[in-house]
């Protein structure tokens, strides 16, 4: 039996563990404008750069998640923190782009090693309910923070040191975090495991890569192009094969049956359309931010604090309230108060004052994310058999990376089809003279390039031309956003009332929720 005091170490170490992947797939987004001048890369380099990650992260989850299991999670997430570590120490030493984009993808494998652990060990460790739900909403709040504080850290790193310091950091806080992970954090797996699921492993693995490539790759090739037409089908068949497969082997990488509980399958899809709509949110203000005020990193972290806070508010909260209340209302709840926040967002102009709509909007998207997220968790979890607790996990974790990918994806090709459909014309008519072709093609693709084309010396005959511009970009994003951010909207209310009419509102035990397993019949 764990004291009290090792329990509270072990919570910390576990969350900075999570706390070190989660940052990793959002720092780097503040380097790419400097990247993108040391390394000559492109618009579609930079985008690898981030989404090399999240494609590695999101296909091995479910995998490692087993292999903790299997074999321990304490041991796993040890492989994964020295792996990330190494890989860091690669991209810092980078000096081109295929380096860095290999670094990344292999930092993503060894991230998904981590993350699975995280929340399978928590669930071991914390056995009394009440204190296992504030653990969790501990957890929650570590990666709504972690996502929000990435432009802060990368923005103060960037205004001292080189882009190389966001893959440095990484190595000296793996060190740290391994240590306390060994010194007190127990190790936990299975006690029951039958013979491994290869066969299981490898259909998960292609058919998440090829669905998350898919939909990464959509807005660069037409979302109804032969390509992706080729990956969702190729994807479909495969995750198909998964669950034939897993319903039928005596020893499932997964247990399909889980998805029979509503208390897992209704949480997990309130996870994915709640970090949909914040990875969709999260693009807005970094265009917003960086695009439209023309913010410096370091301000632009500093602006996105208040979503950051209200996340690490939130969470807690929120969890404790649905040992209350219960986990529907809570959720219907949060979906709302998301809803909220978007609309708001999506109602942001040029002019739209900082103080005021875009502080409530990111308080009310942070509030929303947080009061769906511990108590979303917490339910999966709870429905999760200590044996497959790390199985679980990936699946409330691979969830959110979905979602996510889904969020940029959808609201950047809707941006970015409006945008270039305003910006285009004008850029066109601009004489190659006072434009070269490489940067109206950047023009036509972001409102990130108005700081480039603003400390341009243009001859005073397209210095009106220039200022009207630079307005039609910032107008044309935030318009485009406006239309995406209905279909955000959308999503969290459609949620919300399919969570309200098929989730059970009463709060129910554990055991009840453990029992349904077992009986394989739908609570």
Known sequence: MMTKSRLFAALIFICLAELLVVLDNTVVNVALPTMSVDLFASVSDLQWIVDAYTLTFAGFLLTFGHLGDRFGRRRVMIIGLIGVGAMSLVGALASNLEQVIMARAAMGVFAAAVFPATLAMITNIFTDARERAIAIAAWTAMAGFAIAIGPTAGGWLLEHFSWHSVFWMNVPAALLVIVGVLLVVPESKALHVGRFDFVGTILSLLGIVILVWTIIDAPHRGWVSTFSITGYLSATVLLGAFVFWELRTDAPILNMNLFRIRRFSFPALAIAVSYFSMFGFLFLITQYFQGVREYSPLEFGIHSLPFAAAVAVGAPVATLAAQ??????????????????????????????????VVISMV????????????????????????EAGAGSAVNDTTRELGGTLGVAVIGSIVASYYTSKVAPIVDAIPDAVMSAQEKGFARESVLSVIEIRSRD??????????????TMKTACLEGFAIASYFTVGAALITALLVALLLPWKPVTEGSILGSLTTKTPK
Request: proline fraction near 7%.
């Open 324 to 357: 209350k209340l219960g986990t529907t209302a809570v959720m219907v709840f949060g979906l709302l108060v998301l809803s909220g926040g978007m609309f708001l967002a999506g109602r942001t102009t040029v002019e739209t004052p900082y103080l005021g709509p």
């Open 364 to 387: 009310l998207m942070g509030l929303g994310l947080a009061i769906v997220q511990g108590p979303a968790t917490d339910s999966i979890m709870s429905s999760v058999p200590l044996d």
């Open 458 to 471: 243009i001859s005073p005959l397209f210095e009106q031309q220039k200022d009207s511009l630079i307005y």
